[in-house]
Antibody, heavy 117, light 106 residues
Framework: QVQLKESGPGLVQPSETLSLTCTVS????????VSWVRQPSGKGPEWMGR???????AYNSALKSRLSISRDTSKNQVFLKMNSLQTDDTGTYYC???????????WGQGVMVTVSS | DIQMTQSPSFLSASVGDRVTINCKAS??????LNWYQQKLGEAPKRLIY???NLQTGIPSRFSGSGSGTDYTLTISSLQPEDFATYFC????????FGSGTKLEIK
């Protein structure tokens, strides 16, 4: 069955770089796109960026200067790197499978990231 | 970028009530509008995709409608398990979420 699982550090120092991994199973990264979405506690979700099935990427314009998304199809993994973290980057980070004409369907369980010294 | 305005932010209702939640897009999103339910500590769950298509396994008391810039989620008869937060999402151009509606028990 389709599964996505996020992994990465729970605590990041201000000004440091966040690195997260989304490991997928039950589908191919060359057939489906994967997006990263984050959600501050008590607030609505925010789309961060997308790894298309063909290897292309797209980013939220508000985060583009700090964000990089890549993948390793042999390991079924999508990576997120975001630099210059601040306290308002604290929240839960999700990866989600995105259908071309259906939007996000399956989501990972999320990983909580706290930016604090 | 497309903006999504969701209303109301909070909704208090009783079991058996019919409720509606609205989303308005800043431009035509061609019915590429999904609705998600999120419970505390869980990932969002897709209820409706492309305006009015019910996700497999979702009860028929959930329905969606709309076109152009205006979209609605309707729950015809609230059940205890429906008290949660609901988000709309446009996927016509990248992804934009609504700010959410917290549905509480009256």
């Amino acid at each position: 069955q389709v599964q996505l699982k996020e992994s990465g550090p729970g605590l990041v120092q201000p000004s440091e770089t966040l690195s997260l991994t989304c490991t997928v199973s039950g589908f191919s990264l060359t057939s489906y796109s994967v997006s990263w979405v984050r959600q501050p506690s008590g607030k609505g979700p925010e789309w961060m960026g997308r790894m298309w099935y063909d290897g292309d990427t797209a980013y939220n314009s508000a985060l583009k200067s700090r964000l990089s998304i890549s993948r390793d199809t042999s390991k079924n993994q999508v990576f997120l790197k975001m630099n210059s973290l601040q306290t308002d980057d604290t929240g839960t980070y999700y990866c989600t499978r995105v259908l071309n004409y259906g939007g996000p369907d399956y989501w990972g369980q999320g990983v909580m990231v706290t930016v604090s010294s | 970028d497309i903006q999504m305005t969701q209303s109301p932010s909070f909704l208090s209702a009783s079991v058996g009530d019919r409720v509606t939640i609205n989303c308005k897009a800043s431009q035509n999103i061609n019915k590429y509008l999904n609705w998600y339910q999120q419970k505390l500590g869980e990932a969002p769950k897709r209820l409706i995709y492309n305006t009015n298509n019910l996700q497999t396994g979702i009860p028929s008391r959930f329905s969606g409608s709309g076109s152009g810039t205006d979209y609605t989620l309707t729950i015809s008869s609230l059940q205890p398990e429906d008290f949660a937060t609901y988000f709309c999402l446009q996927h016509n151009s990248f992804l934009t979420f609504g700010s959410g509606t917290k549905l509480e028990i009256k």
